[in-house]
């Protein structure tokens, strides 16, 4: 069983490679493609404020919305995806036994390294630009990320409602 969990075990980086091969594929779209995605995002999202509210607004008036809103959803994204990264990448660390603050500073560093990376691929991508304000936003998505992770492992590891064995029964068990 040790040696299926010792072969199985560097397989949980394969979801952080997978969330690092989207981003990179969403980075590679140009400016053009880019934008259209995320103005038909923003559309959709006033689109369904409108018939949920029931405020029966026109066309003109639902695109003046949706590009009123098309930054926000942009940099919205770019959180989004740095925090399931952050997520994909501090599961596998923890399984790793890094937690604490050695966790944070080595998920962050992956995170925010990538986000740099990204932002120096975005440079060459026709119609894009790159951007210290889009990795800011990046590393803050990957902070969300990390403290969910911290948050979780730490309530469900370290429940104080579950029963704890003593340290005689645990040394008794690495001695065998």
């Not at 559309?43 to 098309?70: F, G, M, P, R, W």
């Not at 990264?85 to 390294?113: E, K, M, Q």
């Not at 590891?157 to 065998?176: D, E, T």
């Amino acid at each position: 069983m040790k040696i299926i969990i010792f072969l199985l075990k560097p397989l949980s980086f394969l979801p952080a490679l997978l969330m690092m091969y989207i981003i990179f594929s969403f980075s590679a779209q140009t400016g053009e493609v880019s934008g259209e995605l995320s103005y038909k995002i923003s559309y959709q999202i006033v689109e369904t404020k409108n018939e949920l509210l029931n405020t029966n607004k026109s066309y003109e008036e639902l695109a003046y919305e949706a590009e009123e809103i098309h930054y926000y959803v942009r940099k919205a994204a770019h959180m989004t995806e740095y925090c399931l990264l952050a997520i994909a990448v501090s599961f596998p660390l923890y399984v790793y036994r890094v937690r604490g603050l050695g966790l944070f500073l080595l998920a962050g560093i992956i995170c925010v390294g990538f986000a740099c990376l990204d932002e120096y691929h975005q440079s060459f991508v026709a119609g894009r630009t790159s951007a210290y304000t889009d990795v800011g936003f990046d590393s803050l998505g990957a902070l969300v990320g990390i403290i969910l992770v911290q948050l979780f492992c730490w309530s469900t590891l370290h429940n104080p409602n579950a029963p704890r064995k003593s340290r005689r029964k645990k040394r008794r068990r690495r001695s065998r």
